[in-house]
């Protein structure tokens, strides 16, 4: 009985400290997915639950952020398809204050107005620009473009050939560009 409790004992420290530094970008990744901060943090709590009870399957010295974002697309995608989970119908406007607030409350010391005003609008402006784009180039550009994946990892945690990925990403870009340049033709002829 002692030995289960020293392994287990041992199993919890390695997850804390392998598993635990990429908790803000699996959250990150659920509030895009769920696009509610409620239901993010659901779907953040299962998938750790469910990382710590198959940690013993983790491969030391790979990637463990994307092992975990796997863990998380796979829970989305499960929940999703059993209903018990609802798109949530939240504006980007919610979602932008969200995020403000969450990142004012962690570090109140480092704001700065003129850093904050600007932010926000460029923030508004890309968070506009991905919504606009289908579901597989917005996911495929978030995890390579922001959750820093490589393109392997992310064909192997979507399940599509690597080529995929490629031109998803390439062409979510491009997408990306022309929005952009859409957004930023329609502020320029407002004077906003």
């Given at each position: 009985m002692?030995v289960?409790?020293v392994?287990s ?11 635990l530094?990429?908790l ?16 993010a943090e659901?779907l ?28 998380l697309y ?6 999703y398809?059993?209903?018990?989970r609802e798109q949530?119908?939240?504006s980007?406007?919610?979602?932008d204050?969200?995020?403000e607030l ?6 109140q ?16 402006r ?5 919504s ?6 917005r996911?495929?550009l978030?995890?390579v473009?922001?959750?820093?994946l490589s393109?392997?990892e992310?064909a ?7 080529g995929?990925i ?11 560009r022309?929005a952009?340049r ?11």
């Amino acid at each position: 009985m002692t030995v289960k409790r020293v392994r287990s004992g041992e199993k919890r420290l390695d997850f804390e400290r392998v598993a635990l530094p990429h908790l803000n970008a699996v959250y990150t990744a659920a509030l895009r997915l769920a696009r509610n901060p409620a239901d993010a943090e659901d779907l953040l709590q299962e998938t750790v639950l469910r990382a710590f009870r198959f940690f013993h399957q983790f491969t030391e010295g790979t990637n463990c952020r994307a092992w975990l974002l796997t863990i998380l697309y796979n829970n989305f995608r499960n929940s999703y398809r059993r209903g018990t989970r609802e798109q949530p119908a939240a504006s980007s406007e919610e979602f932008d204050r969200e995020l403000e607030l969450r990142s004012a409350l962690a570090d109140q010391s480092r704001i700065n107005p003129e850093d904050l005003l600007s932010g926000r609008m460029i923030g508004h402006r890309i968070e506009v620009a991905l919504s606009a784009l289908s579901a597989e180039f917005r996911e495929a550009l978030l995890l390579v473009d922001v959750q820093d994946l490589s393109y392997q990892e992310v064909a192997d945690l979507l399940e599509v050939p690597l080529g995929t990925i490629k031109s998803r990403v390439s062409r979510g870009r491009a997408l990306m560009r022309e929005a952009l340049r859409g957004i930023e033709r329609a502020h320029g002829k407002t004077g906003t």
